[in-house]
């Protein structure tokens, strides 16, 4: 820019699930948020005003002093979609079709006019008539599946690579290859709906009793604890081709045209009914889970190689809702032909915002940029002052410490006695996982903080396994992890030692996040200092919240989910509050909070 002026692109990713923000300034994303944080709705779809309001703050700076606004899909081709399957399958999708209409013609249709007004409410600006003025800047539609694609290739830093993005459905890509050259992104080959390795996950999710778009996790949680007996029935819903591509045969899905996941004939086929949700699950679910993901994990290893032998490289990059299935990762790195992989950390639609603006960024700047994310710590963050300040007007009795190094061998000595802890402090992470500044941490050699931390503080489903965080310097000792880091919990792999039952799944493998004093210093020198008192370089790490909650944001929920639960310490900043000083049925009662039914 010849005036020296920074320039800026605000992302945004909504309407279908797990809405977002994002801003870059030069090329580099300062700023970016999930809007289920704020309205504390998860995975909140809704226009994003929170995040956005966030972003802008976090610049100090204006709607009018946006270059542009970058959308993560383009609305109409996605229409064109859901048009021509309804022809295709009418009179079937009769009431999904009017269901989805009702929503195309409220909203997405009108998607300009939608993104502009709501923007003018988000600046606040009004006329004479005290109507907010809608934005006029220009906007950029990015498609679905390039939005994941540029998510994970600018901020690889890698000059040349292959780019593998896979979830449920864009607006008809269901997956696709790209190449990225000099920091140029092509799109190459794609798989397109109703065939989709997303949505046959999804089915299952159904199919078992979970919820679509969020239960995935629950049912690759639910997979190391059965037998993949059933490969070769989930197999014969699939016709898989030597090019890694596959089709679904349609007869046993009814997601093309229904409000349900998979058809009579599916059920047949396995011969049970759907699972409702309360229902028990049994050790068939459990080995349905496993023959699922091994099924998965096979066809995106097919997909991984074909796209190796096709356009070769050293380095791959994954994104997609599917790319958050870090088992399938593990297998990618460990099996794939690829010498190096990178994962960007909101592979699912909430990274969208990011992707759309780093493309558009390519497109309108291309030169070569040093870095696109300098650190996934890109939400808000409270200064001690303000946090000081709640917990004295709210009447809460605190330490306080007063240096990082102090707080550090603190919060290791706590940590070392056993007490359950949450972490508050920094920038919070963006992307479905809490990296240090918004978790929970414990001690992972107690057996029982395991289902302490299940059961008495997540109040989740006790099959679920915690994940590690490990000093990235010592992380090779203890876990298989072949030489590569995983700092954002995005690969599963073995555990090579016996003494750290709460982390290991049943099947001896973990989801670890490795942590540097580059990427989280604070909460590098946490885990040294527990590591100084027991030689044990790794702690429990779960996000901050309970189960249906969206992870904290502010210091407040952060203090609220204390209260709710049987933690025994919170760490607000350079702020201890420990549980045995604080009356949590008082403040439940003051802050008006659901009492759970086991308190
Ligand atoms: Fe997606």
């Known amino acids: ?70 959308f993560y899909e383009k609305p109409l081709w996605k229409f064109e979609r859901l048009l021509l399957t309804y022809i ?21 249709l009108w998607m300009e006019h ?15 008539k005290g109507k907010s003025v809608p934005y006029s800047g220009k906007i950029y539609y990015v498609p679905h599946h390039l939005s994941h694609a540029a998510s994970t290739y600018y901020p690889s830093n890698f000059k040349n690579a292959t780019v593998l993005t896979v979830d449920g459905v864009g607006e008809r890509s269901t997956s696709t290859i790209a190449l990225g050259e000099e920091q140029k992104l092509t799109l190459k080959e794609e798989i397109v709906f109703p065939d989709s390795l997303g949505l046959l996950y999804s089915a299952f999710t159904y199919y078992l009793g979970f919820k679509v778009n969020s239960g995935e996790y629950k049912v690759m949680g639910l997979a190391p604890y059965g037998t993949a007996r059933y490969t070769k029935e989930i197999e014969a819903l699939i016709e898989i081709f030597a090019d890694g591509s596959f089709r679904l045969k349609p007869e046993f899905f009814a997601y093309r045209y229904g409000l349900k996941m998979t058809s009579s004939k599916f059920a047949k086929h396995f011969g049970r009914p759907v699972r409702n949700t309360d229902d028990e699950l049994t050790q068939w679910h459990k080995d349905m889970a496993a023959s699922l993901q091994q099924v998965a994990e ?9 796209a190796h032998k096709q356009y070769g490289g050293k380095n791959l990059c994954l994104s997609g809702g599917v790319a ?23 592979a699912g639609d909430a990274g969208g915002s990011v992707g759309a603006t780093l493309y558009v960024n390519s497109i309108i700047d291309p030169k070569p940029k040093a870095k696109s994310i300098e650190t996934i710590y890109l939400g808000p963050k409270f200064s001690n002052q303000m946090i ?92 298989d992890l072949r030489g590569v880091d995983s700092p954002y919990m995005l690969l599963t792999a073995g555990t090579k030692v016996k003494d750290l039952p709460a982390i290991t799944h049943v099947n001896s493998s973990a ?53 709710r639960t049987d933690m025994d310490i919170l760490v607000l900043e350079n702020f201890i509050i420990n549980a045995e000083e604080v009356d949590k049925n008082f403040f439940k009662t003051k802050f008006e909070l659901e009492v759970f039914a086991d308190d």
């Open 324 to 346: 958050l299935n870090c088992v399938a990762n593990g297998r990618i790195v460990r099996e794939g032909p690829f010498k190096n992989v990178y994962i960007f950390p909101a």
């Open 1 to 70: 820019m010849s005036d020296n002026k920074p320039t800026y692109l605000l992302g945004l990713a909504c309407f279908y699930h797990d809405s977002s923000a994002c801003l870059l300034k030069d090329g580099v994303v300062i700023a970016a948020a999930q809007e289920e944080r704020f309205t504390r709705i998860k995975h909140d779809e809704n226009f994003p005003e929170y995040s956005v309001n966030y972003c802008l703050e976090a610049a100090d700076i204006t709607l009018d002093q946006l270059s542009g606004v970058c």
């Open 388 to 479: 000081e300040s709640f917990l004295q007007d709210s009447g809460i009795k605190y330490d306080k410490i007063d240096t990082a190094a102090d707080r550090a061998v603190k919060v290791g000595q706590l940590l070392a006695d056993n007490n359950v802890i949450g972490l508050f402090q920094g920038r919070m992470e963006f992307g479905p996982r809490a990296l240090g500044n918004r978790s929970i941490i414990a001690d992972p050699r107690k057996p029982e903080n395991w289902k302490r931390v299940n059961i008495k503080i997540k109040f989740r489903e006790d099959f679920r396994p915690f994940a590690p965080s490990v000093m990235a310097d010592k992380a090779q000792d203890i876990f």
């Open 88 to 108: 295709q399958e009418w009179p079937r999708g009769f009431f999904s079709f009017l269901k989805a209409m009702r929503a195309w013609l409220n909203k997405k």
């Open 298 to 306: 096979e066809l995106m290893l097919n997909l991984v190689r074909y």
């Open 511 to 563: 989801r670890i996040q490795t942590v540097s004093a580059e990427d989280n210093k604070p909460y590098y020198d946490i885990l040294s200092a527990f590591n100084d008192l027991t030689n044990c370089p790794v702690v429990i790490n779960t996000s901050l919240n309970v189960r249906g909650e969206p992870i904290v944001w502010d210091h407040i929920d952060a203090f609220k989910c204390f209260i």
């Open 114 to 128: 939608i993104i502009c007004k709501e923007l003018g409410k988000v600046s606040g600006i009004k006329n004479k």
